[in-house]
């Protein structure tokens, strides 16, 4: 079981979304107990989309509670009932008093009319909820699409740092089993007099060339300055490349520049960028190979 393939499927999003089948849906909560990596990613979900239905709640029309809740009482009774209720509730007819001598002899016709419009005027109000419940169902689905997209593009931005991570790992292990090597020689640089300074670890592959350095002892510089790594050859010193002014101790140790031949490493302190030639007077550290 790939974790981070079912969890880029697009399944967890559905089930937070409500759009899957029952399997779907046991196949999801069973999953979820089973790793807590699917479990963080759905709780991840559904928070987000909590959060996102609240920020975007609209409020309804006055009024309009009151009507929803009338129209969906009446559709819960019988059709007779139904009919009923809407015409008093929704769109209640004139209340009229009992008829006296002189209203009987009003005409069929007009009583016929009067209650065609009176029902005409309730199928609209019921017409009219069930437009609004459909846009505001619109508006919900928008923002749950617009909100699973930002999701989507946040796991993207995730699985790039992990991937940039991982990378570095990679490489710092890489580092670690070079510095391991039989062919490689740890050579320790010993603090000058009176620069109150500590050892620094120089590996040297003298069957490549390779040359890295751990640097994690060496105090933090002003932003003007910078640790240049010199190789002594012959008497002569030979530019072996700007120690990394990051105060991450884990990426101190890093890769300098190669050499096949060298009778001591030094460390001095140069402006930024380093110079083509050692400033004797900032020298730090010295260790013979």
Known sequence: MNVNEYISSGILEAYAAGAVT??????????????????AELALLQEGMEAFAQAHAVEP????????LAAIDALDLDDDEAQETVINDVVPLPVTEAPTHEDEELKAEDFGSGLRQGFYWAAAAVLLVALISSVYREVALNGLESKLAELEQEKGTYKEQIAELNENIAHKEAMMEEMRMPESEKIMLSPMPNTN??????FWNTKNGDVMIDASSLPELSDEEQYQLWALVDGQPIDMGMVSKS?????????????????????TIEPMGGRPVPTLEKLIVLGEV
């Open 61 to 68: 029309p006055l009024g309009l509670k009151e009507d929803i």
């Open 247 to 267: 105060t991450d101790k884990e990426e101190m140790v890093q890769k300098m520049k190669t050499t096949m031949k060298a009778d001591a490493f030094a460390i």
């Open 22 to 39: 029952d399997q779907e849906r046991r196949e999801v909560e069973c999953m979820s107990k089973i790793y807590p990596e699917i479990a």
């Open 197 to 202: 300074g500590e050892m620094v670890a120089v």
